[in-house]
């Protein structure tokens, strides 16, 4: 199974900030990689896709990038709406898609 | 518009069943590929279960493989999974999740919890 694995765990911020949270996997997944944003009590929302693909509705402040086994989602002005919990998810093994453990970003 | 709605959660004591139940609209339900992915309270996100598109190709996590059963009724936009052996480490919100292009598409969950 391919294992993914984000960094860091928790992160505290301001607004205005420029965040950047990594997510590695066990093998290389080409481009198979989403980012989900999740608020308490409710389900993940899709931000990014295909690594850098922003999702329709989504603000630019986000993006990502990367390939093979190292990707970055960036947000690159916080917004007191962004403080949420933040899920990879690798597309690659289909249908056997793990997620990272997430990212849950704070207000400092 | 996409709309996934679950159903069917509740309390159940461990060794019981449960049967959830994804009402699909807003889209053609049989020409998409749906998953069953799990949250224990607190915890991160789980993939459960697959069904293709026609229902002929499933796949489930080894953590439930042999009581769980994912099923699809095209008919009636419906999408199921029959619960057995439950046990206390499978508490958590299910969420049914429509595989689209970009990324998976959520309902809104549905809780259930195995406790004495």
């Known amino acids: 199974d391919i294992q993914m694995t984000q960094s860091p765990s928790s992160l505290s911020a301001s607004v205005g900030d420029r965040v950047t949270i990594t997510c590695r996997a066990s093998q290389s997944i080409s481009s198979y990689l989403n980012w989900y944003q999740q608020k308490p009590g409710k389900a993940p929302k899709l931000l990014i896709y295909a690594a850098s693909s922003l999702q329709s509705g989504v603000p630019s402040r986000f993006s990502g990038s990367g390939s093979g086994t190292d990707f970055t989602l960036t947000i690159s002005s916080l917004q007191p709406e962004d403080f949420a919990t933040y899920y990879c998810?690798?597309?690659?093994?289909?249908?056997?898609?793990?997620f990272g453990q997430g990212t849950k970003l704070e207000i400092k | 518009e996409v709309q996934l709605v679950e159903s069917g959660g509740g309390l159940v004591q461990p060794g019981g069943s449960l049967r959830l139940s994804c009402a699909a609209s807003?889209?053609?339900?049989?020409?998409?590929?749906m998953n069953w992915v799990r949250q224990a309270p607190g915890k991160g996100l789980e993939w459960v279960s697959y069904i293709s598109s026609s229902g002929s190709t499933i796949y489930y996590a080894d953590s439930v493989k042999g009581r769980f059963t994912i099923s699809r009724d095209n008919a009636k936009n419906s999408l199921y999974l029959q619960m057995n052996s439950l046990r206390a480490e499978d508490t958590a919100v299910y969420y049914c999740?429509?595989?689209?292009?970009?990324?998976?598409?959520w309902g809104q969950g549905t809780l259930v919890t195995v406790s004495s």
């Open positions: 998810q690798q597309s690659y093994s289909h249908p056997s898609y793990t």
């Open positions: 999740a429509r595989i689209a292009v970009a990324g998976l598409d």
């Open positions: 807003g889209f053609t339900f049989s020409s998409y590929e």
